[in-house]
């Protein structure tokens, strides 16, 4: 990956902020700007993930592709994005095809056609965790230029992502309210991972879900936990069923 010479600058990050309705809106505009800034030669698609105390982890994504491998990484509660915001460390995969680090993780990845992954930590302040992650179709297209301008951009991010988290304090979110919250992540990374092994679409596997619990009379959401945690799908209904 070329580096960019259009680099992202203090100014455009202050602007984003002011000119954002809410926190969602302003990490949007980070990760789009942030793909823009590191595409050249290789496309790149950026990912932001926040995560705070107290609160549901919030993700911006360059592009629906990008979110759908965020997504992934949830289903299976692993994967490198997820390790560079919960361990403050930088993950670099130079080849999915080759690394066997992330068990499930990587083949779901190619199959979306990725081949490198960069995540780099984003220091958010003391209550708060975050990363920049990147992703290109190309193996070994982070050269030691680009791992050196994501850090170099995550850490420009440092300053004004601690700005909006305080402008943008997170809700209030009582036990029972966080429970239900849970519930529903729990249902909709099962439903993620059921499109995924099966290629289909989200109102499809949500019925293969529904079919699982009905059938073995347990709760949704009982299931759900049970291909989160084993990362295996329930077939699909037989036709006419």
């Known amino acids: 990956m070329a580096t ?31 793909a823009s800034s590191l595409s050249s030669d290789e496309s790149v698609e950026c990912t932001i993930t926040v995560e705070r105390d107290g609160a549901p982890s919030t993700v911006a994504s ?24 919960r361990q403050q460390r930088v993950v670099l995969i130079q080849d999915l095809g080759s690394d066997g680090r992330w068990g499930s993780y990587s083949p779901a990845a190619l199959k979306e056609g990725i081949h490198s ?6 220091p958010a302040g003391p209550s708060s965790r975050a990363a920049l992650n990147c992703y290109a179709r190309t193996p070994h297209a982070f050269e030691q230029d680009s791992v050196e301008r994501v850090e170099e951009l995550a850490g420009s991010m440092s300053r004004i992502l601690q700005l909006a988290l305080r402008l943008h304090a997170p809700e209030a979110y009582p036990e029972h309210l966080r429970a239900a919250l849970k519930s529903r992540a729990v249902v909709d990374a099962a439903v993620s991972l059921i499109m995924l092994q099966h290629r289909g679409g989200r109102d499809g596997a949500l019925d293969i879900l529904q079919r699982a619990a009905k059938s073995s009379n347990r709760r949704l959401q009982e299931i759900a936990s049970d291909i989160v945690q084993t990362g295996k ?9």
């Open 233 to 241: 799908a329930p077939s699909p209904p037989a036709e006419g069923a």
């Open 62 to 85: 360059s592009s629906e592709e990008a979110q759908h491998l965020d997504e992934t990484q949830y289903a299976f509660d692993d994967g490198p994005c997820l390790a560079a915001v």
């Open 117 to 122: 992954v960069l995540a780099v930590p984003i």
């Open 4 to 34: 960019s010479k259009a680099l992202t600058t203090s100014d455009e990050f202050q602007d984003l902020l002011l000119e954002s309705p809410g926190f969602p809106e302003f990490l949007l505009g980070l990760a789009t700007l942030s």
